[in-house]
């Protein structure tokens, strides 16, 4: 089984400054790693992914994720951050061993980011 | 390439009736997958398809939940005797391929209110 605790249930910053949304997971079995945004009433968009190698992986909108295997953890970051990002983000895990739990993602709380002016 | 969408948006129904719930996934995506989403908590999952069958379901879904896949292409996922805990956002997902070339991609979602 897989769980997945976002650290952080609501995170506001000043536009321009830097994030990092914090994302610690645990499970029995190695697993492929997902960050999703969900912005007012829309489904979810996935930002990144990691799967395997760099554990430094980048994705849309200038988002990154480290994945650090010793911590269990894989925490976005950016840079500087826009009004546009306002959001509520989630980090999943899905197994990337076969059996029908195969494709299942188990998600965390999320995070609400809110971008002040 | 439209995209996954779900039917209604938003649905609003007194307890005990019944609601049904459907979701087009994108063309030729073999995997499909519905989550629950309640206020202030992740997606949880409650059932994939692969083709037309149901490979997987979970303890969430009781015995008044169904879902089927009739020919592998749209899915309808029915509430029978709803009731205010059945009041959450249903996500509906598809996929294509295996392992890491696996992406889900969501839809918009369906809003059940049950007042």
């Known amino acids: 089984a897989q769980s997945v605790t976002q650290l952080d249930s609501q995170v506001p910053v000043f536009e321009e400054a830097p994030v990092e949304l914090r994302c610690n997971y645990s499970?029995?079995?190695?697993?492929?790693l997902f960050w999703y945004v969900q912005y007012p009433n829309q489904g979810l968009q996935l930002l990144l992914k990691?799967?395997?190698?760099?554990?430094l992986v980048k994705g849309i909108n200038g988002f990154e994720a480290e994945f650090n295997k010793s911590q269990t953890s894989f925490h976005l970051r950016k840079p500087s951050v826009h009004i546009s990002d306002t959001a509520e983000y989630f980090c999943?895990?899905?197994?990337?061993?076969?059996?029908?739990?195969?494709?299942?993602?188990?998600f965390g709380q999320g995070t609400i980011l809110t971008v002040h002016p | 390439d439209t995209g996954v969408s779900q039917d209604p948006r938003h649905k609003i129904t007194k307890r005990g009736q019944n609601v049904t719930f459907r979701c087009d996934p994108i063309s030729e995506h073999n995997r499909l997958y519905w989550y629950r989403q309640t206020l202030g908590q992740g997606p949880e999952f409650l059932t994939y398809?692969?083709?037309?069958?149901?490979?997987?379901k979970s303890r969430l879904l009781s015995d008044r939940f169904s879902a089927e896949r009739p020919k592998g292409s749209f899915s309808t996922l029915e509430i029978q005797r709803t009731e205010q805990g059945d009041s959450a956002m249903y996500l509906c997902?598809?996929?294509?391929?295996?392992?890491?070339?696996?992406?889900?991609?969501f839809g918009p979602g369906t809003r059940l209110l049950v007042l």
């Open positions: 999943a895990v899905r197994p990337n061993a076969g059996g029908t739990s195969y494709g299942k993602l188990t």
């Open positions: 499970s029995s079995v190695s697993v492929y």
């Open positions: 398809f692969q083709n037309e069958a149901q490979l997987e």
């Open positions: 997902a598809s996929s294509l391929g295996v392992g890491s070339r696996e992406t889900q991609y």
């Open positions: 990691y799967l395997s190698g760099s554990t």
